[in-house]
């Protein structure tokens, strides 16, 4: 895959930054976000494929993007089709850094330093190349405007922005509604971008950690060894985790 072409996880995090504050919108669920616009990328790089709820990687051979090829090779190493929601709600320790990190030397953000409360180094990060923010939201909204089926890959972004939250953020208030209403429309048109958005909503609803078919239990006090329905199954969490950085990003 050359790096003239912007991934999908690099398009998501420039929609998602505020040109003003140089703060992030929906910090939290933009994490899963990327995880998921990762699914996505790969799959249009024909390195993965949907089955069914599941991910299965179909050809494994790098694309040449180190962050996509990390997430690549930890698929392969499964040995078997992951689900979605179970991929996009493990642990992501600093997703959202690297691609700031990559954006930045890329030239396409620039960092800048603070501090929060007068005390805690923080860092903000401004986008440099605003004409590429505003065709990355162009897209968006011709789709919106328009109705005009998009392309695969705008689909998906819309997909993953509505999943994030970001409607708000890109739409806001009353007068935003509709456009809001039309961008959650748009995952119908990519089926990899509606499973992933999908799975990063169940993810912050909780879905991740229930069973597929779990049994209604009455009468029945749970024994020692029960796990209770709220808990994660399987090690894998209801929240995504945030590594420690060595620089604070401010939310």
Sequence with gaps: M???????PEELLLLALDPTTGTTAQPQSLDLGLAG???VE?????RIAPDGDRIAVVVPRPTGDPTLDCALELLRRRGAPVR???????PRLGLRQTYLS???RCGMVAAVPGQMCGVLPTTRYQATETAISREIRGRLDSAIRTGVPPDPRTAALAALAHAVGLGKHLYPGNEGRSSRSRLR?????DPMGGLVAHAVMDVQNGAAA???????VTGRPAGPGSRS???????VPMQPRHGSMARAVAH
């Excluded at 790969?42 to 024909?46: E, N, S, T, Y």
């Excluded at 979605?84 to 493990?90: C, D, M, P, R, S």
């Excluded at 429309?185 to 048109?189: A, E, M, T, V």
């Excluded at 229930?210 to 209604?216: I, N």
């Design 185 to 189: 429309d748009l995952i119908r048109h």
């Design 210 to 216: 229930q069973p597929r078919r779990a049994p209604a």
């Design 102 to 104: 990559h954006l930045e």
């Design 37 to 39: 616009a990762q699914l």
């Design 229 to 235: 329905a709220a808990e994660p199954a399987h090690g």
């Design 42 to 46: 790969l799959a249009l790089a024909g």
């Design 84 to 90: 979605a929601v179970h991929w996009i709600g493990g």
């Design 2 to 8: 050359g790096r003239s072409r912007r991934t999908l």
